[in-house]
């Protein structure tokens, strides 16, 4: 059975660190392009990041790039989402999904992705 499975949410305090990881079971991520996704409460799902199936393509939002890395460990089946400097607009509940794209590319839209994980909590607060 395909899943995807989101850890390494939590309590942070502004301006501290998380690294969020995507494992996978019932199949291999190695053709998969992996996207990072957040929902805070009254708002749409935005797109953070992703990773294309070669590692070479990697697309943030705006409001991310130099404080989130995203990464991916073929070998353990799993997808990173390194996040620092974490604000409190960051908290949210964040999804990792997996899609085939053309030329090993990736977008941040969720259409394209066709199994999501439940998704894990972060909250940035003092």
């Known amino acids: 059975q395909l899943q995807l499975v989101e850890s390494g949410g939590g309590l942070v305090q502004p301006g501290g660190s998380l690294r969020l990881s995507c494992a996978a079971s019932?199949?291999?991520?190695?053709?998969?392009?992996i996207g990072w996704f957040r929902q805070a409460p009254g708002k749409e799902r935005e797109g953070v990041s992703c990773?294309?199936?070669?590692?070479?393509?990697?697309n943030y939002a705006d409001s991310v790039k130099g404080r989130f890395t995203i990464s991916r460990d073929n070998a353990k089946n799993t997808v990173y989402l390194q996040m620092n400097s974490l604000k409190p607009e960051d908290a949210a509940v964040y999804y990792c999904a997996v899609g085939r794209f053309a030329s090993s590319r990736c977008a941040r839209v969720p259409d394209p992705y066709s199994h999501w994980g439940r998704g894990t909590q972060v909250t940035v607060s003092s």
């Open positions: 990773i294309g199936s070669k590692r070479d393509y990697t």
């Open positions: 019932g199949f291999t991520l190695d053709y998969y392009s």
